[in-house]
């Protein structure tokens, strides 16, 4: 495996500490430093350009909570040309934990609430555990992947019509004391896979065919044991699995040769991720 190119990341020591990589959506990435002194920007390295977002806990500070960034997803709103950026806030307010969603708008430069958010059940919140997806308009997250027998969601966010919504999982057929689900992402579809939680056991692909509808997941392919394998990572942009293995190693695997080859890339301190990126001259800070 050869690095093609190390690319440095604008301010990372002083604002992005430990960023995750949503997208790309246009050639932009969202970097987001999440905790109660949480950051976002977004990034086009193609261009290098760059934009750290105004802090959104600023505009719910009048209610006398300290709010903490939990959550956030990326996309393009196609109506209205205008990326956004959902950012789902939490605090604890005695012993209720107290939750909020603000929308960013690139072309207002600003923050708002999203009142749509009542309408979600707030313990819903409590168990989002995934990086935000963005496919044709549309964010979504995993929602109690770990917990399959208990029931696993989607939530989505409309990023046109800003509206949130929650839909079940189909079964899976696994149990939640033997097996988890992890979200990927692999040709602008959202691919559930149904890990095992101990080395020895297959992972089962499921494809999400149509947005949205719970009937429309497929089961794609069954990977037969892996040695050594220890978590998905993500999809590399051939189709190839990318996992981490026993000694924290990046490998990856082939569908059609069912082979397992080593990058030699050691996985990073906080966890790594596999971002399938295309450049774009998409302007940031352009108005």
């Not at 205008?82 to 690139?106: H, M, N, Q």
């Not at 019509?161 to 079940?168: G, H, N, R």
């Not at 033997?178 to 992972?203: K, M, Q, R």
Request: charged share 20%.
């Amino acid at each position: 495996m050869r690095i093609a190119e190390s690319i440095h990341v604008p301010f990372y020591e002083e604002i992005l500490h430990s960023p995750t990589v949503l997208g790309p959506c246009n050639g932009l990435l969202c970097l987001v430093d999440y905790g109660i002194y949480g950051k976002i920007a977004l990034w086009n390295p193609a261009i290098r350009e760059f934009k750290l977002l105004p802090w959104s806990i600023e505009s719910s500070a009048g209610m006398g909570i300290m709010f903490s960034l939990a959550e956030v997803g990326f996309g393009f709103d196609t109506k209205n040309n205008d990326y956004k950026v959902i950012a789902f806030l939490s605090s604890l307010d005695g012993a209720r934990t107290v939750c909020r969603a603000e929308l960013y708008s690139l072309r207002s430069e600003s923050w708002r609430e999203i009142p749509s958010w009542g309408t979600i059940e707030e313990f819903i919140f409590d168990f989002m555990r995934s990086n935000a997806y963005y496919i044709h308009g549309v964010c979504y997250w995993l929602i109690n992947g770990f917990y399959v027998d208990s029931g696993a969601w989607i939530m989505s966010f409309d990023m046109a019509d800003e509206v949130l919504e929650i839909m079940q999982l189909p079964d899976f057929g696994v149990s939640g004391r033997t097996h988890s689900i992890e979200f990927a992402f692999l040709d602008a579809s959202i691919i559930a896979v149904v890990c095992p939680n101990n080395l020895g056991g297959c992972f089962d692909i499921w494809v999400m065919n149509e947005p949205g509808v719970k009937g429309s997941w497929v089961k794609r392919d069954r990977i037969a044991p892996i040695s050594g394998i220890n978590s998905l990572v993500g999809f590399w942009k051939s189709g190839e699995l990318c996992f981490e293995d026993s000694s924290d190693q990046l490998v990856l695997y082939d569908f059609s040769t069912q082979q397992v080859k080593n990058l030699l890339l050691r996985s990073a301190k906080y966890g790594s991720q596999v971002v399938n990126y295309v450049e774009s001259l998409a302007q940031i800070n352009g108005k």
